[in-house]
């Protein structure tokens, strides 16, 4: 289950990234996307996020 959410967490950020370099323009990423993010970072804190990556 973690693999499938990090592997999507890389796959969505780099649609965005590409998405920006195409137009040129660099943009904020939208709200739900920092939501994904945060969420992340909120489970890495856990005990069970921080044992995951050793």
Do not use: H
């Not at 950020?13 to 993010?37: H, I, R, S, T, Y």
């Amino acid at each position: 289950m973690k693999d499938k959410y990090l592997l999507f967490l890389i796959v969505a950020f780099g649609f965005v990234a590409c998405d920006n370099l195409q137009d040129g323009q660099v943009k904020v990423p939208d709200k739900e996307a920092l939501m994904v993010l945060d969420n992340y970072y909120s489970w890495r804190r856990t005990a069970e996020g921080q044992g995951w990556a050793e």
